[in-house]
């Protein structure tokens, strides 16, 4: 499985961007896909998933700002951040589970900066 995001920039207090998790190779057994992000010192933190099923579930600090969706003919995960705060600039991973690959598939990254 082969993960690629993009989507990440910089933008002002209360913007709005829209990431997005191409995937590709043997994505048919993929189970879950996650959202997480990083910032320097400290470690990579879940953000919002998405299972198989279409079901979302998001860490506290960013319900209902962050919304994670899937586009399964496109292969695609996004996570449409709205109303972003100085704190959510961090940079973004993307992640793919499978049953028998429980420590995931890892895309490269992509920074977000929240700047005035």
């Known amino acids: 499985v082969q993960l690629v995001e993009s989507g990440g920039g910089l933008v002002q207090p209360g913007g709005s961007l829209r990431l997005s998790c191409a995937a590709s190779?043997?994505?048919?057994?993929?189970?879950?896909t996650a959202w997480f992000r990083q910032v320097p010192g400290k470690q990579r933190a879940l953000v919002a998933g998405i299972d198989s099923g279409g079901r979302p579930n998001y860490v506290d600090s960013v319900m209902g700002r962050f919304t994670i969706s899937r586009d399964n003919a496109k292969n695609i995960v996004y996570l449409q951040m709205n109303n972003l705060k100085f704190e959510d600039t961090a940079v973004y991973y993307c992640?793919?589970?499978?049953?028998?690959?429980?420590?995931?598939?890892w895309g490269q990254g992509t920074q977000v900066t929240v700047s005035s």
């Open positions: 992640a793919a589970y499978q049953d028998d690959r429980p420590e995931g598939y």
């Open positions: 190779g043997n994505i048919g057994s993929i189970i879950m």
